[in-house]
């Protein structure tokens, strides 16, 4: 069965300017307990990768450089 | 490597004591064993990271369970607790809780976790149940993790994040050898060997879908998919009472605790459109969520949970907890929607369905020293069937579990399993990365938790969920023959998908078995709608036999608090009557 991607508005939100996963810092993408989180190759910083969000906030709240912001997801706001 | 990229690959290690799941049981389990025996092995698995997972993840704001001497006595809470569950309870388990909690409170204070007190440096314990009084406030809650994860760290537990177990191991005579787990973000295998066995593994929170369809907008922590009852069932443990399922008053929509436990104390009450009481109590049993269902589809609802009346000094304060511990994107959202709890009420729903212990009364069958049907094999917090067991029951339990399990590796040598289990297992869990076409995990689960909304909701009627059964045996196909894993991400939903079918089918199967109602809207059969204390007055144990789904009988223990017959139906009193 063929596959089509899906749009969807992810609720976490990543400022590049204060992200320093291209230090090498991935706090964030190691305590999310959903695991949505990636280190981008191209722009060697966080984001959401996966749609899969608890808005739990560790993320944001572990960030050393408040880079990451919890929103609520759109289905629910 | 690029992350969740899938890599073939198989390991094996060992261990004196495995314990599974890092949220709030496994972490004391873990370290109690290790306290136990300081020179052997213990080894906590994770599927996320111990530092932030589990249902306590941003901390928690209360122990709504707390035994705390001059406020409430072991005898009073576990009469409570037994009436609270219709009398289906051993309360040689909730009698050890009672007893044992009190000292761990005094442990989690010493691990620099805060709890209220009042003027005097006494313990600040409110009353929210029925009953008793048993709800400790904790303002500060957001630094119970941190202060695990030091005690953890110091005690050199092995700490193993982003594995994900599968299935147990067991030897030929029937005792636990270990669990297969699977690496989340590469797909490798990782066998563990272990003498003895925690499962520490939560609720099986993604059961029903949530009404914003947001899938993983659970009012559990959505990482809890119902992994350790699959497991167990598939390794022979019997389960306890999973017709009695989870359901919870929340914050409609955002789908967390709005929460009556935290602002009720001070004076906040649950009110129907007309900003009238009509439940006695705000503590959850299923028949204050009988009560609280039956007013939303009267007429009289939308209900809410009413705090304007309050001083804002008052409100200020109860917003200090709700929106900084356990759930702190509650005032985000209530910010969003334009909701002040001075001037406007909390608009409240039910949630979806769910196993979870912490509020309800099923599980993994333990017995009062959390050993399972399984020697060698234990389980603790929101999994096991110790009811009403909260955090605090996670942090006891689990304690009790940690000791006796490390007296059992004490004794055992490793048990032998079959190399052909590992390899069969390694190819149930890698089958979806095989297939070039097919349906991915997300669609499979979606249509899973649709059908539980659709079929399984309370109340419930026998005829749905014999059609019930055969949607879901049908998603089950598609599942077992054509569900696609692409990368090792995938492949961990794939997995979790795997244990949310185990869950529907067991939900089904108990809940079909027990003919009469009980426990209000968690077990309301329209086909029964009456207790049955003649026929039912016992527990049901649901157990993998020969290979089938079986349900059997289970007398209730004989009781060590009596519970007077005037006592009895106490909880069955929760709706306020019109007083002439």
């Given at each position: 069965m063929p596959l089509a991607s899906y749009q969807t508005s992810v609720p976490v939100v990543v400022d590049d300017a204060k992200c320093i996963a291209d230090k090498g810092c991935t706090v964030c993408v190691d305590v999310c307990p959903l695991d949505v989180l990636r280190i981008s190759d191209m722009t060697n910083k966080a984001y959401m990768a996966y749609d899969e969000c608890w808005y739990c906030m560790p993320c944001e709240a572990d960030c050393p450089t408040g880079a990451v912001t919890v929103n609520i997801p759109y289905l629910l706001r | 490597m690029a992350l969740d990229q899938i890599v073939d690959g198989l390991s094996e290690v060992s261990c004196d004591v495995l314990v599974i799941g890092g949220g709030t049981a496994g972490p004391m389990a873990a370290l109690k064993a290790k306290l136990k025996n300081p020179k052997a092995n213990v080894v906590l698995l994770e599927k996320a990271n111990v530092k932030r997972s589990g249902a306590i993840s941003m901390g928690m704001d209360g122990l709504n369970n707390a035994v705390i001497p001059g406020y409430a006595t072991p005898e009073q809470y576990t009469k409570e607790i037994t009436i609270a569950n219709d009398g289906i309870v051993d309360q040689k388990a909730v009698y050890k809780y009672a007893q044992n909690c009190y000292s761990i409170i005094e442990e989690l204070d010493s691990f620099g976790i805060r709890f209220l007190k009042n003027e005097n440096g006494d313990y600040a314990v409110k009353k929210v149940h029925h009953i008793g009084t048993y709800v400790l406030p904790m303002p500060n809650g957001e630094t119970v993790k941190k202060a695990l994860y030091r005690q953890l760290r110091r005690a050199r537990i092995l700490i193993s994040n982003r594995y994900m177990a599968t299935r147990l191991l067991k030897s030929a005579d029937g005792r636990i050898a270990g669990a297969i787990s699977v690496n989340t973000r590469t797909a490798e295998i990782l066998v563990i060997k272990a003498k003895s066995v925690i499962l520490c593994m939560g609720a099986a929170g993604r059961l029903g879908l949530p009404t914003s369809g947001y899938m993983f907008g659970t009012y559990e922590n959505a990482a809890n998919s119902g992994d350790g009852y699959s497991m167990a069932y598939h390794a022979g443990a019997a389960l306890a009472n999973l017709e009695c399922y989870q359901i919870n008053p929340l914050i409609k929509d955002y789908n967390g605790p709005a929460c009556a436990y935290v602002a009720g104390p001070f004076g906040a009450f649950t009110a129907n459109n007309e900003g009238s009481r009509f439940i006695e109590c705000d503590y959850w049993s299923g028949q204050m969520m009988l009560e609280f269902y039956n007013e939303l589809l009267s007429g009289k609802g939308p209900v809410f949970l009413q705090l304007k009346h309050l001083h804002p000094n008052t409100i200020e304060e109860i917003e200090s907890t709700l929106h900084k511990v356990e759930r702190p994107t509650r005032g985000l959202f209530q910010q969003g929607r334009g909701v002040d709890y001075r001037n406007e009420s909390i608009e409240m729903h039910i949630s979806e369905i769910g196993f979870c212990s912490g509020h309800s009364a099923s599980g993994v069958f333990v017995d009062d020293n959390a050993r399972t049907t399984v020697p060698g094999l234990y389980a603790a917090g929101?999994?096991?069937?110790?009811?009403?067991?909260?955090m605090l029951g996670a942090f006891t339990n689990g304690s009790v579990a940690g000791i006796d399990a490390m007296e059992f590796a004490d004794n055992h040598d490793f048990a032998e399993f079959d190399a052909a289990d590992v390899a069969r297992e390694r190819d149930r869990v890698m089958a979806p990365t095989k297939r070039e076409d097919g349906i991915p995990p997300n669609q499979i689960e979606y249509k899973t938790r649709r059908l539980v909304n659709d079929y399984l909701q309370p109340p419930k009627v026998t005829r749905k969920y014999e059609l019930g059964m055969r949607r879901l045996a049908e998603a089950r196909e598609d599942m077992q023959e054509r569900m696609i894993a692409r990368n090792a991400h995938e492949l961990l939903r794939a997995l979790e998908v795997q244990s949310i079918m185990d869950c529907a089918d067991m939900a089904v199967h108990a809940s079909l078995y027990r003919e009469e109602s009980r426990w209000g809207l968690y077990h309301w059969r329209t086909d029964f709608p009456e207790k049955d204390n003649e026929n039912w007055f016992c527990h049901t144990l649901l157990s993998k036999q020969d290979g089938k789904m079986t349900s059997e009988k289970r007398a209730v223990e004989p009781y060590i608090v009596p519970i007077a017959d005037d006592e009895k139906d106490l909880y069955d009193k929760q709706r306020i009557r019109a007083t002439a």
């Open positions: - | 929101d999994m096991a069937s110790v009811p009403h067991n909260y």
